[in-house]
């Protein structure tokens, strides 16, 4: 595909002609707004809803005690610890902000006023906000491993072995629209309204939790202001709302504000880990071993799981002849971890990359060399992990090498021996990170339903069961079909994000999208070509194979007339192919590189320059996939330098300021970054797609960490731990 469409939403988007869940105007439409939790954890002993339903404009405020037959959260846990989440606290309350009670207003401000007189009488307990405080105590949710223990002879004869710990600290996903809900009953079917990931899911759990059929709920997605993984499930707000809009036979609808959001909304990464690696005299890797404690949160659900993402790509893009992790998830008072732009490879790369720096200054290495002596050749793809995956093509040393002539990584090395010959300079330091991530989800979610249409009129109508959330879908999907099909992109036009539309959808996450629908919308417009080539051949009394398909339209080989679609409709009927696709995961990999100068006096790290080098296989969309990496670069950046949940002694995070607080990246904070890519399409699909969107997440933060510890040229790797604050830095470099 070529670079030269505009993206069809911008316009729109960006006039404010979007139309999101908040936009949505509906007759008699409730507003609901929650009472939560002030305390980390505690035994509820009483809600009194009762000065809340005096307040005027308000239709009704209900807690737990008040609606016994609200159902819990749907029991998604993935291991032995089981804990009912409820959609409302019972008896006790085990993350700050936990739903206590539920008020209906006629709008926001009336329900915001009625919950402000909700009151709440709880017994506070000690709050564990750490994943090795609650391993300590036995909150094990879910073991798991990767791979196979290591002898000890190899650690024994190894040249070198490098040990140490690392945090990866519980972020924000920080959509720019917070989590969203508009439920509206009529006769026999519910319509629900939300800004969500995975809209077939959502109607699944929704029509199982309310006891109704499947086909009696349409779950639609209209514009979402982003998502990276924090929109992908039911929660209990989402059933307290449904439940109570088919209980009063009224539209309801709850927004989540930021302050909200930043209380209660869900958590990425939370990791501790323990690293060994070892390598002989000439740095050949020779084992490497991982061990995780993982925070997920106070209920066993569907981030229990996740951390095993993380065992099984500890191998990274090395050839390591023995690789073990084990993962332990355990339980802890704040709210659950979920998948978060990248979801356990992130935190599978950087305990890698930060001690494969390590390993080069024990073996007075290069970095990029010791590297390049590891990584994986081309010609051993298929390649099998010592972790169980299988990788399906790459070049990992073309990544490298383009990374560092982009970066000038020879110059920047002469600049940094000038600076450290000069006491009066500032140090900068060199960091490097290459990494492989797992593209599609895994069995179970390596499918989705998609569809192809034509009208009499012309056009195309190209369905799927993925939902966008910021990834331009919208001008993405036609134009592949429109290539696939020889016609004008203008043409075409999609349809997702509605259950009524396909019988199934797994939706949009794990960089599938154009993995998986995009090769499935190929597929089907090549179906709906041969279909229609034997509609004509019928018509014209000819063999299938004496025509032929160009330019939007079938011919006879030998002839000149020929059929567009519209008239081919008009004669033989509806066109529509419509298929359940199934591909097989895929592997993107990089490499990305930063150097940073550092004030050691102030603890002040400025990002001098960022490279970033994706292969993502076939880009369906240049422009697009490069956005895709310039904005999770950003996140990575992000991770590495700034965000962070802080929490007090009470368990209670200290996020009272909002974004004043939990810091995000501004424009202002954005170095230079160029971006890069090499191409090895994936053999799984004819598209030759992998996922492209979360590399920047991937590679960006251990690129920083390690050119922060370059600079200031420390011993051991424990002294930083992200985020990267003056504080660490100013810590680390005394």
Avoid at 189 to 199: E, F, K, N, Y
Wanted: proline letters at 7%; glycine letters at 10%; one cysteine or more.
């Amino acid at each position: 595909m070529v670079d030269r469409w505009l993206r069809r939403e911008d316009e729109r988007l960006l006039t404010g002609a979007g139309r999101f869940v908040a936009d949505l105007r509906v007759d008699g439409c409730l507003d609901a707004v929650f009472a939560r939790s002030e305390v980390a954890h505690g035994v509820l002993r009483e809600v009194d809803c009762s000065a809340a339903r005096e307040v005027p404009g308000v239709a009704g405020a209900w807690s737990a005690a008040d609606l016994p037959g609200l159902p819990p959260m749907p029991d998604a846990r993935e291991g032995a610890a089981t804990r009912e989440w409820p959609s409302l606290v019972r008896d006790r309350v085990r993350y700050p902000g936990e739903a206590l009670a539920v008020v209906l207003g006629d709008d926001r401000y009336r329900a915001e006023d009625g919950a402000a007189r909700v009151r709440s009488r709880i017994d506070p307990l000690p709050a564990v906000v750490t994943a090795q405080e609650a391993a300590g105590l036995g909150h094990v949710a879910l073991r798991g491993e990767a791979g196979r223990p290591i002898d000890d002879e190899v650690w024994e004869q190894a040249a070198v072995v490098v040990e140490s710990s690392y945090r990866q600290q519980l972020l924000m996903p920080s959509p720019m629209e917070c989590r969203t809900i508009l439920c509206v009953p009529g006769g026999d079917r519910l319509t629900v309204w939300s800004g969500h990931q995975a809209p077939h899911r959502l109607r699944s759990e929704l029509a199982r939790l309310l006891d109704r059929p499947e086909e009696s709920v349409r779950v639609v997605v209209p514009d979402t202001g982003g998502a990276f993984g924090s929109k992908s499930a039911v929660f209990p707000e989402f059933i307290t709302v449904a439940w109570l809009a088919v209980r009063l036979g009224r539209p309801v609808r709850w927004i989540e504000d930021r302050r909200e959001s930043l209380l209660v909304a869900t958590r990425g990464r939370g990791q501790d880990q323990h690293v060994r690696l070892a390598a002989d005299a000439d740095g050949r890797l020779l084992a490497y071993e991982l061990t995780v404690e993982a925070d997920v949160g106070a209920y066993p659900h569907l981030g229990v799981a996740f951390p095993m993402q993380t065992a099984w790509m500890a191998t990274g893009p090395y050839t390591t002849p023995q690789v073990h992790a084990t993962v332990r998830s355990v339980l802890t008072n704040t709210m659950v971890t979920y998948p978060y732009r990248g979801a356990g490879r992130p935190e599978a790369t950087s305990p890698l990359e930060r001690t494969m720096d390590v390993l080069a200054t024990r073996l007075h290495l290069d970095p990029a060399e010791l590297r390049r002596r590891n990584l994986i050749p081309p010609e051993r793809f298929p390649y099998r992990t010592p972790t169980g995956r299988t990788y399906d093509s790459g070049d990992h040393v073309a990544a490298l090498d383009l990374a560092l002539r982009t970066l000038d990584y020879d110059g920047w090395r002469a600049e940094q021996a000038r600076r450290r010959a000069d006491p009066a300079a500032p140090p900068v330091g060199i960091g490097l990170s290459c990494y492989v991530e797992r593209s599609g989800g895994e069995k179970g979610s390596l499918h989705d339903y998609v569809g192809v249409e034509a009208g009499e009129d012309g056009g195309v109508v190209a369905r799927c069961g993925a939902a966008s959330s910021g990834q331009s879908h919208a001008t993405v999907f036609p134009a592949l079909v429109a290539e696939t099909l020889g016609v004008e992109p203008a043409r075409v036009r999609l349809i997702e994000g509605d259950t009524d539309e396909l019988p199934g959808g797994v939706g949009s996450f794990g960089s599938r999208s154009a993995q998986i629908d995009g090769a499935g919308l190929q597929h089907a417009a090549t179906l709906l070509i041969e279909e229609a080539r034997e509609r004509a051949a019928r018509l014209w009394d000819l063999p299938v194979e004496e025509t032929a398909w160009s330019d939007g339209a079938v011919h006879p080989v030998r002839g000149t007339a020929a059929m567009g679609l519209s008239e081919l409709v008009k004669r033989t009927g509806p066109l529509r192919i419509d298929e359940r696709y199934e591909a097989d995961m895929a592997f993107p990999f990089g490499t990305h590189a930063a150097v940073v100068e550092v004030d050691p006096d102030l603890g002040a790290v400025r990002v001098l320059r960022l490279v970033a080098v994706d292969d993502c296989g076939r880009a369906l969309d240049p422009a697009v996939v490069r956005g895709q990496a310039f904005g999770s670069v950003v996140q990575g950046l992000g991770q590495a330098l700034y965000e962070g949940v802080p929490f007090g002694d009470d368990g209670v995070p200290l996020l009272g300021d909002g974004l004043l607080d939990y810091l995000l990246p501004t424009y202002a904070e954005i170095p230079p970054i160029e971006l890069g890519e090499t191409r090895t399409p994936t053999p799984r699909t004819p598209l030759g797609a992998k996922g492209a969107g979360e590399s920047g997440c991937i590679g960006t933060p251990p690129a920083i960490v390690n050119a922060v510890a370059d600079a200031l040229r420390l011993d051991h790797p424990e002294r930083l731990q992200m985020p990267l604050t003056p504080d660490v830095v100013w810590r680390a470099a005394a």
